[in-house]
Each structure stands twice: as structure tokens, then as C-alpha cells.
């Protein structure tokens, strides 16, 4: 890796879009984007090729997977108008973890007990070629990613739109530009949120206890960050609204000499919105905002049940 590239790593991990770790023996480091960066759709060469690639001491890559790729529709890139026009190389995606050194896990997929290394694809460090994976896994005595053919995209959405359950997770579609994305089963879709374990009141509790969705984001496939981010555009909307109101209303209140006057304002101006403003309203009476900022927020809690995380290890 060239001396500027590097410093560019550098840059974006002091700005938290990239982490670089320490191998805990080897003498390496593994750099992968963080949930800032999905989040935030903060893409660019540096961020995207971040996903497990390794540098030695020396700053060279020592292995790099392919760059972060999206699913059809999901980037301007991979609309179906702005696509190559031509027909794709179109692979099986297998339901796993990445590994460039260490091995990964099952996500959702079932793979009935089978245990083995799968090849998906091979790229040349130096000139950074993509190499025919299938012919290389023959040479190599290896399972590979199963090919599909089909005639063009629509097809190819199609055969999974008919796809019933979650033995197969979906497409990787590859084009001679190096351009990849993903075509995912509608089954695996519901199936992994499922088993994620994610609902709108993970997002509600962290936003009330004023944290980062990160830890969130960790466990949420690509396909449900723009819900996340959507549950905290409403929930924060929400929630500022309610402060709002219940403002003007403690302001109002507030020009009145005798806390009864006070209170017999607050249950008049609040009767008929929404349950529990006045508690918020009195709360600010009270001068203690941290107390009506809880109470604001208990009144907008999503009534769904957590869903359990299931352990896949």
C-alpha cells in the first residue's frame, strides 16, 4: 500500500469510519468500516475496501477480500437502469462470514451439518485481476460458489421470488467491471431479521438512554439499516413534539402566580391531546427536564415485544 493510501486509512479511522485491530500474535493488522460508516452511507475507496483487509507491519496488503458490495436497488450504482448492459456472472451467496485468514460461522441457512472451506473468489494481490474462482477451486481441490445462468436480472429475481424457505440465501452478480451486488430470498429477508433479533423498541431504548446505535447496527443485516434509520427519524420526531407542546404549555403556565392557578391551566391546556403530556408539562413545572425528557419519551415506548436473539454459535 502506497505511503498516502495509508494515511488515508489513518484519516478515517481517527474520524471512527474504520477500525484497524491488532492481530493478538501475529504481527498485523485487520481493518474493517464501522457502523458509522453503513449507517451513514459514508462510502468511498478506503471505506468500502475496509472489510477484513490486512496490512503488515510494513503497511503492505498482506490479503485483501473483495470491497464492500450492495444489494440490487440499494445504491445508485446498483439501480437496475444505471447496471452494465450486459448479463452478469451470477453466483451462489453463501450464508456465512467472510474469511480472508480465520474462519467464519452460520448466519440463518442450514447447511445440514456440512463443514468445509468454499471458495467464492480469488483476486491477485498485485495487479488486483479477479481470477476465474470455479477453475481455480478445481486446481485446488476446493468447493466453490455454484454458478447460476440465467438470461438477465428480472429472471434471476424471479427464480427467488418463488424460492419457498431458506435453503439458499440468494445471488452475488458479478460484472466484468468489478462491479458486485446482492439478490437476496424474500424468506431469508424475514428469517434473518428474525433471528437478529431486532425491533423498534431496541431502537427507542437506546435513543432514551442517549446512545449510539452502534451495537445495534452491529446485528442488523444491510437490507433493515434504512428501516433503523427511519425508526429514529420518526421515534426522535416524535418525541421532539411532545417537548414541544408540553413547552409552550409550561410556558404559558408559567405566567401564572399560584401553582394551583398553575395546574388547573396544565390539566385544561393538555386534556384532550395525548395521555401523560401533562406529566411531561409538570415535570418542567418542577424545573427537572431530565424527568420530563424520560417522561416524553415513555409516552411514544413501541408496544411490540422484543423479539429473543437466538444463538447461533
Same mark, same amino acid.
Given at each position: ?15 471512527? /469510519?474504520?477500525?484497524? +485491530? ?5 504481527? !498485523?493488522?485487520? &481493518? ?9 452511507? !459514508?462510502?468511498?475507496?478506503? $471505506?468500502?475496501?475496509? +472489510? ?19 444489494? !440490487? #436497488?440499494? $445504491? ?43 471458495? /467464492?473468489?480469488?483476486?491477485? #494481490? ?6 476465474? @474462482?470455479?477453475? =481455480? ?6 468447493? &466453490?460458489?455454484? =454458478?447460476? @445462468? ?6 434471476? =429475481? ?15 452478480? +458479478?460484472?466484468?467491471?468489478? /462491479? ?45 439499516? *434504512? ?23 409550561? *410556558? ?14 396544565? !390539566? ?18 418542577? &424545573? ?21 436473539? +437466538?444463538?447461533?454459535?
Amino acid at each position: 500500500m502506497k505511503p498516502e493510501d495509508y494515511q488515508e486509512i489513518i484519516k478515517r479511522k481517527d474520524a471512527g /469510519l474504520i477500525t484497524m +485491530r491488532k492481530h493478538p500474535i501475529l504481527d !498485523l493488522e485487520i &481493518c474493517n468500516y464501522t457502523p458509522k460508516t453503513q449507517y451513514n452511507k !459514508l462510502w468511498d475507496v478506503y $471505506t468500502l475496501m475496509s +472489510r477484513g483487509l490486512i496490512l503488515d507491519s510494513e503497511h503492505n496488503i498482506l490479503s485483501k477480500p473483495f470491497s464492500k458490495f450492495f444489494n !440490487l #436497488n440499494e $445504491t445508485a450504482e446498483t439501480t437496475m437502469s444505471n447496471l452494465p448492459a450486459e448479463i452478469p456472472s451470477i453466483s451462489e451467496k453463501l450464508d456465512g462470514v467472510l474469511g480472508i485468514l480465520y474462519p467464519g460461522s452460520k448466519i440463518v441457512v442450514d447447511y445440514k451439518g456440512r463443514s468445509e472451506l468454499v471458495l /467464492l473468489a480469488v483476486l491477485n #494481490n498485485e495487479n488486483k485481476h479477479e481470477l476465474a @474462482h470455479v477453475k =481455480e477451486a478445481e486446481e485446488l481441490g476446493l468447493s &466453490c460458489a455454484k =454458478e447460476f @445462468h440465467f438470461d438477465d436480472l428480472t429472471q434471476a =429475481e424471479k427464480y427467488l421470488a418463488e424460492m419457498q424457505g431458506i435453503n439458499h440465501e440468494g445471488f452475488v452478480c +458479478r460484472y466484468l467491471n468489478g /462491479l458486485r451486488l446482492k439478490l437476496k430470498s424474500e424468506d431469508y429477508r424475514k428469517l434473518h431479521k428474525i433471528l437478529t433479533g431486532f425491533s423498534a423498541k431496541d431502537v427507542w431504548d437506546a435513543l432514551r438512554q442517549g446512545k449510539t446505535l452502534d451495537d445495534l447496527l452491529n446485528i442488523v443485516p444491510d437490507e433493515f439499516y *434504512q428501516w433503523v434509520k427511519r425508526t429514529e427519524v420518526e421515534l426522535l420526531q416524535s418525541k421532539n413534539k411532545i417537548i414541544k407542546d408540553a413547552t409552550a404549555i409550561y *410556558q404559558e403556565a408559567g405566567k401564572l402566580s399560584s401553582r394551583k392557578e398553575q395546574a388547573l391551566y396544565i !390539566l385544561k391546556a393538555t386534556d384532550g391531546k395525548y395521555k401523560g403530556l401533562n406529566g411531561v408539562v409538570f415535570s418542567m413545572l418542577d &424545573c427537572n427536564m431530565e424527568k420530563a425528557d424520560e417522561a416524553a419519551w415513555k409516552l411514544i415506548e413501541p408496544k411490540a415485544d422484543k423479539v429473543n436473539m +437466538r444463538d447461533d454459535a
